[in-house]
């Protein structure tokens, strides 16, 4: 994240840097989507009013912000720098509802969908209110949890050309408890501790279509 001029960018005008970073991140989503054979490859999520989005990627769009590769280093960046920063408005308790609103209402591309799983593990009351069309879609759940299952372990060579400081920063964020615990853990413990979650949870889980093989493991593991 220190590597991208959005991090510094985004505590000193926010609106400004999120929406260049937007813009950023649906373009390389588009650039990646006219490459792929099944270009219509997304993420559905829907409304309590019965509004629906449709978020354009696959597991690796999803997964994003947590890639570590050379090439495309300021998409990378710029998504790690997002979640870095949301991360610190979260641990000191700022309200990011109408951080968490935008991002949704603004974006076409699953990558920031991926930063906002990580919202809702860091504060799972998100997923209580501005964050719950997270649990319309079991595509999504399933391919958070692929992301940590099939994840490599940490590039310490990387950290080790980069310094004692920036290592031990760069090493303490890829173990941080957020990226190493999935989405679906966080609705399962949400769900044990909040009867009023729960309920409101079982009622969407049930709207979940029931043919599909995403539907059907993600039920099994939530149900």
Same mark, same amino acid.
């Given at each position: 994240?220190?590597?991208?001029?959005?991090?510094?960018?985004?505590?000193?005008?926010?609106?400004? =840097? @999120? /929406?260049? +970073?937007?813009?950023?991140?649906?373009?390389?989503?588009?650039?990646?989507? &006219?490459?792929? *054979?099944?270009? #219509?490859?997304?993420?559905?999520?829907?409304?309590?009013?019965?509004?629906?989005?449709?978020?354009?990627?696959?597991?690796?769009?999803?997964?994003?912000?947590?890639?570590?590769?050379?090439?495309?280093?300021?998409?990378?960046? =710029? @998504? /790690?720098? +997002?979640?870095?920063?949301?991360?610190?408005?979260?641990?000191?308790?700022? &309200?990011?509802? *109408?951080?968490? #609103?935008?991002?949704?209402?603004?974006?076409?591309?699953?990558?920031?969908?991926?930063?906002?799983?990580?919202?809702?593990?860091?504060?799972?009351?998100?997923?209580?209110?501005?964050?719950?069309?997270?649990?319309?879609?079991?595509? @999504?759940?399933?391919?958070?949890?692929?992301?940590?299952?099939?994840?490599?372990?940490?590039?310490?060579?990387?950290?080790?050309? #980069?310094?004692?400081?920036?290592?031990?920063?760069?090493?303490?964020?890829?173990?941080?408890?957020?990226?190493?615990?999935?989405?679906?853990?966080?609705?399962?413990?949400?769900?044990?501790?909040?009867?009023?979650?729960?309920?409101?949870?079982?009622?969407?889980?049930?709207?979940?279509?029931?043919?599909?093989?995403?539907?059907?493991?993600?039920?099994?593991?939530?149900?």
């Amino acid at each position: 994240f220190w590597n991208s001029p959005f991090f510094p960018f985004l505590f000193e005008a926010t609106n400004e =840097a @999120l /929406d260049g +970073l937007l813009a950023l991140v649906d373009f390389c989503t588009q650039r990646w989507s &006219d490459e792929q *054979d099944d270009p #219509a490859a997304s993420i559905q999520l829907r409304w309590p009013d019965g509004t629906e989005r449709s978020y354009a990627g696959d597991g690796r769009v999803l997964d994003w912000a947590h890639t570590r590769e050379a090439s495309n280093s300021q998409l990378y960046a =710029a @998504l /790690d720098a +997002l979640e870095r920063w949301l991360w610190m408005r979260i641990s000191a308790g700022v &309200d990011v509802d *109408d951080v968490c #609103a935008k991002l949704l209402a603004k974006t076409n591309s699953a990558a920031i969908l991926g930063v906002l799983c990580d919202c809702a593990k860091l504060a799972p009351n998100l997923l209580t209110g501005v964050l719950a069309p997270l649990l319309t879609s079991p595509l @999504l759940i399933m391919r958070d949890e692929q992301r940590l299952r099939y994840r490599y372990g940490s590039d310490m060579f990387a950290w080790y050309r #980069a310094g004692e400081q920036l290592r031990t920063i760069g090493f303490e964020w890829e173990q941080a408890a957020h990226r190493n615990t999935s989405l679906l853990q966080t609705i399962i413990e949400l769900r044990r501790g909040d009867g009023a979650f729960d309920r409101e949870a079982s009622s969407i889980f049930a709207a979940w279509p029931a043919t599909t093989v995403d539907s059907d493991l993600s039920r099994r593991a939530l149900i």
